[in-house]
């Protein structure tokens, strides 16, 4: 569920998602997933490669809309960070516009 910040102007979301990690054995491309309430990653983005893929959480993002910079992504690249450690977090873009994860 999207709600409206009226303070900031910001459309955010209410939760954090896992960010998945694997590297392709056909390439031997490293890839990072980010896709909200998705199933497990079952083949390679790039060539569908299925063999071999060793996928693992390396962290969390969120996604939200700021009325000036539109769509923006926050990705956090460590193993240790869970979905329910967000906290408040700010348009990287913008001063002082500021948008809630999970509040």
């Known amino acids: 569920m999207s709600k409206t910040n009226q ?3 910001v459309v955010y979301e ?3 998602y896992p ?10 491309w490293t890839q990072m997933v980010a896709t909200k309430d998705a199933p497990l990653i079952q083949q390679c983005s790039w060539c569908g490669w299925v063999d071999g893929l060793v996928v693992v959480v390396q962290g969390v993002f969120a996604a939200f809309n700021c009325d000036v910079h539109d769509s923006v992504a ?3 690249t460590n193993e240790h960070i869970q ?3 967000f906290m408040p ?15």
């Open 7 to 9: 303070s900031a102007l």
């Open 14 to 16: 209410d939760s954090a």
């Open 19 to 28: 960010l998945y990690q694997f590297t392709c054995t056909e390439y031997n």
């Open 74 to 76: 926050v990705l956090i």
């Open 83 to 85: 979905v329910d450690d």
């Open 89 to 103: 977090l700010y348009c990287p873009h913008c001063q002082d516009t500021r948008w809630f994860v999970n509040q």
